[in-house]
């Protein structure tokens, strides 16, 4: 079984960063034992969409246009952690977010994705 845990969200004004993290822990479990992790986030009344993911073995990530140039995944494979850092944030960024991680699949679809975090939430205000 693999846990993962999201903290580092809060509240930040427009313009704003916050960096999330995402540790992840298991039996046997380090980064490379997924095919690939990703960053989701759900709104109110919205289905949960992608924000970016990482291909582990090659370290390749794919962000959605929403947050390109914006937002930057990167990784720590010695604390098995996963991190989303998050600038110029907006009002349209306040979500619950969470990380995920994939075995195998489209890493680019999100029911490829089977272990989910508890999320943490962001909030912008403008």
């Known amino acids: 079984q693999v846990q993962l845990v999201e903290s580092g969200g809060g509240s930040v004004q427009a313009g704003g960063s916050l960096r999330l993290s995402c540790a992840a822990s298991?039996?046997?479990?380090?980064?490379?034992?997924?095919?690939?992790m990703g960053w989701f986030r759900q709104s109110s009344g919205n289905e949960r969409e992608r924000v970016g993911v990482i291909y582990i073995g090659s370290g390749g990530t794919v962000y959605d246009n929403s947050v390109k140039g914006r937002f930057t995944i990167s990784r720590d494979n010695a604390k098995n952690t996963l991190y989303l850092q998050m600038n110029s944030l907006n009002a349209e960024d306040t979500a619950m977010y969470y990380c995920?991680?994939?075995?195998?699949?489209?890493?680019?679809?999100?029911?490829?994705?089977?272990?989910w975090g508890q999320g943490t939430q962001v909030t912008v205000s403008s």
């Open positions: 298991g039996d046997t479990y380090n980064l490379y034992s997924s095919r690939c």
């Open positions: 995920a991680a994939a075995s195998s699949g489209n890493c680019l679809n999100i029911p490829s994705y089977n272990y």
